[in-house]
């Protein structure tokens, strides 16, 4: 069946804009993982959705992140008054916790650069 | 102390030659475990769930350490196809839900 899809997967923007980023996770997978990854570094977790709810949103670097999800699907993730550091590929996932094992199943990604 | 840690490396090994990483993780009440590959610009895929018993894929063997906390991947007659960053990913019940940590990963290079 249909993996996880990412939109767009490549966004260039100035700085100071706002940027939109769009995933779709697969069909009946309820929770929902943002990651960012800068470049030559590991996962950076933004924030979990368990269906439309987000119980952690530990992860979010400042008040400019912000992620909602609508649906029990599709999830969006909006950064505002985009900075330079911000540039990073941000990665979806999703799982489905209706066992002990939690695997996830990956986007190909959103490469964000912001110039 | 990290949640979850891994050598960077890189580990560049021949052809042919068996290669193990190992991830280390902090928290004893972690529950469960996995190995994810990840290629040059592209996305983690998930590798193999690590079984408390151990488990073998292929020439992909995973392992489970409680008492020292750390899982194991061992790689058999490494592919040239086998270059690639491999993460650790450990979850841990906290809040409700399963936290997933994952590791910043370990790099091979298969040479010819």
């Known amino acids: 069946g249909a993996g996880v899809s990412q939109s767009p997967s490549n966004k260039v923007t100035e700085k100071g804009k706002d940027v939109e980023l769009r995933c779709d996770p697969i069909?009946?997978?309820?929770?929902l993982y943002w990651y960012r990854q800068r470049l030559g570094q590991g996962l950076e977790f933004l924030i979990y959705?368990?269906?439309?709810?987000?119980?952690?949103k530990s992860g979010l670097p400042s008040d400019r992140f912000s992620a909602e999800r609508t649906g029990e699907s599709v999830s969006t993730l909006t950064i505002q008054r985009t900075q330079q550091e911000d540039s990073a590929v941000y990665l979806c996932?999703?799982?489905?916790?209706?066992?002990?094992?939690?695997?996830?199943?990956f986007g190909p990604g959103t490469r964000l650069t912001v110039t | 102390r990290k949640e979850v840690e891994q050598d960077p490396g890189p580990f560049n090994v021949p052809e042919g030659a068996t290669v193990a990483f190992n991830c280390t993780y902090s928290?004893?009440?972690?529950?469960?475990f996995f190995w994810y590959r990840q290629d040059c610009r592209k996305e983690p895929k998930l590798l193999m769930s690590?079984?408390?018993s151990g488990n073998e894929d292929g020439r992909f063997t995973a392992q489970l350490n409680r008492a020292s906390q750390y899982i194991s991947l061992l790689i058999r007659d490494s592919k040239l196809s086998d270059s690639a960053t491999y993460l650790c990913?450990?979850?841990?019940?906290?809040?409700?839900?399963?936290?997933?940590?994952f590791g910043t990963g370990t790099k091979l290079q298969v040479i010819p």
């Open positions: 069909s009946g997978h309820t929770a």
């Open positions: 959705f368990q269906g439309n709810s987000a119980p952690d």
């Open positions: 928290n004893s009440a972690s529950q469960s």
């Open positions: 996932a999703s799982s489905f916790p209706g066992t002990s094992v939690y695997e996830q199943y």
């Open positions: 990913a450990v979850t841990l019940y906290s809040g409700g839900y399963q936290k997933v940590t």
């Open positions: 690590v079984y408390s």
